[in-house]
């Protein structure tokens, strides 16, 4: 069952029911598919070597190997450990929640769950927490104890009003806030928006994926009579009839928001979404099924 408590709350408390399914989680599920779902075939190029019987074929330097006459492979540095920058984007529109949660308690919810798996798999977790009234860096660190201190400063950080504006999110910053290939986690609302400037340097330097939460509002309009709700985009009460034009509109902007979020992460095992009724911790396991099974190719 979802957790049904709002982080800011008592953060340390909700950590603490997480990391006891997160553990859970590692041992009879996971096992080393989080580490390898994030690792892929190693990162850091090292030499080209001769290609040898039981090597991937994947590795194969054609250029060297048509110069030489023979088979040669590029070899790869694994990294020894990975780093997590967790960033999330705190929009006014998480606060829309049709259901016992809103979008923005599910989206930290899921944040918590990932920093705990890093700290399980003994990685370095840092976040950067993007508000309008400001932003909050907390480098990687490693340990639980350190690592779960992040993760119960970023629930706790408190929430922006509903009529404010969406945060400015610091993409220089970020271009430098982790190590060369460590794995930027983007959680946000992810609405139809212009692909930020310098994603493409982001997506060089770093392996990126997004996470979204959706409300089940989000995905179809309730049916049946109409019904006020508040807007926190627009900072008002806007009335549903559950016409046609309004369906019409609704989709149109669905698709939108799919297109950019699709440009955003065109590989479909770097994005995940869920929704605020969904189980966060079994979709994470999923989603690291489904990496581990494509070879985590980025």
């Excluded at 989709?251 to 979404?273: I, K, M, Y």
């Amino acid at each position: 069952m979802p957790v049904t408590t709002p982080a800011h709350e008592n953060p340390l408390a909700l950590l603490r029911q997480l990391e006891w399914r997160v553990r859970h989680a590692v041992e009879n599920m996971l096992s080393g598919e989080y580490r390898s779902a994030f690792r892929g075939r190693g990162m850091e190029f090292d030499q080209v070597v001769k290609y040898t019987f039981g090597d991937d074929v994947r590795d194969i330097d054609w250029n060297v190997t048509a110069r030489l006459g023979e088979p040669y492979r590029k070899k790869f540095v694994e990294e020894r450990e990975v780093t997590l920058l967790v960033v999330f984007e705190d929009s006014p529109s998480l606060h829309f929640g049709s259901g016992a949660q809103s979008k923005r308690e599910a989206l930290l919810e899921l944040a918590g769950l990932v920093m705990l798996l890093g700290a399980v798999n003994r990685d370095r977790v840092g976040f950067v927490h993007a508000s309008p009234t400001g932003n909050l860096f907390r480098e990687p660190v490693r340990g639980r104890g350190q690592i779960m201190h992040a993760a119960a400063t970023l629930l706790a950080r408190p929430a922006p009003a509903p009529t404010d504006a969406a945060p400015e999110m610091p993409w220089r910053f970020l271009a430098r806030a982790a190590p060369k290939h460590s794995v930027m986690l983007w959680l946000g609302d992810f609405a139809p928006r212009p692909e930020p400037e310098g994603w493409p340097v982001l997506q060089r330097r770093y392996q990126t994926m997004g996470f979204r939460v959706d409300d089940p509002w989000e995905r179809a309009l309730p049916a049946g009579e109409s019904f006020a709700a508040y807007d926190p985009t627009a900072g008002r009460l806007v009335t549903l009839e559950g016409n046609a034009a309004e369906r019409a509109a609704h989709a149109t902007w669905v698709g939108q928001r799919e297109a950019a979020w699709q440009a955003l992460f065109p590989n479909a095992l770097s994005r995940l979404v869920v929704t605020t009724e969904e189980n966060r911790l079994d979709a994470l396991v999923r989603f690291f099924h489904a990496r581990m099974r494509a070879g985590a190719i980025r």
